[in-house]
Nanobody, 124 residues
C-alpha cells in the first residue's frame, strides 16, 4: 500500500480559501479527496487519475474546488474557494494503483489506501 499524508487544513471564515495537499510515498494511478462531517457518511469530493489527467467533482463543489496533481512530487492538491459552513469536515486523501472506472472515482470503496485526514472548519 502507499502511504498518504494530508496537510493544509485549518479554520477560515465563509467565502475564504484553503489549499490542501496530499503527499504519496510513491506514484499511484488514481487519487481523490473525500470528506466526512460528523454524523454523515464519507463523500467523494474530487478525483484525479494520471493516465489522462481526468478530474471529476461532486456537484456540491463544482466551480469552487479544483484538484491538481504534481506527478514529480507524487502530490495531489485541492484548491478550495468560496468555502461555506457546509464544507466543514475532515478531508481525506485516497489512492489506488489501478485505473478506476469513471463511475466509481468518487466512491470510497474503489480506493485501497487512505490518509489520516486534515480538518477543515468554515465559520459563518
Amino acid at each position: 500500500q502507499v502511504q498518504l499524508v494530508e496537510s493544509g487544513g485549518g479554520s477560515v471564515q465563509a467565502e475564504g480559501s484553503l489549499r490542501l495537499s496530499c503527499a504519496a510515498s510513491r506514484h499511484v494511478t488514481c487519487m481523490a479527496w473525500f470528506r466526512q462531517a460528523p454524523g454523515k457518511q464519507r463523500e467523494g469530493v474530487a478525483s484525479h487519475c494520471s493516465t489522462s489527467s481526468t478530474t471529476y467533482y461532486d456537484d456540491s463543489v463544482k466551480g469552487r474546488f479544483t484538484t491538481s496533481r504534481d506527478n514529480a512530487k507524487n502530490t495531489l492538491y485541492l484548491d478550495m474557494s468560496s468555502l461555506q459552513p457546509e464544507d466543514t469536515a475532515m478531508y481525506y486523501c485516497a489512492a489506488d494503483q489501478f485505473l478506476i472506472h469513471p463511475p466509481s472515482r468518487l466512491r470510497a470503496g474503489a480506493y485501497s489506501s487512505w490518509g489520516r485526514g486534515t480538518q477543515v472548519s468554515v465559520s459563518s
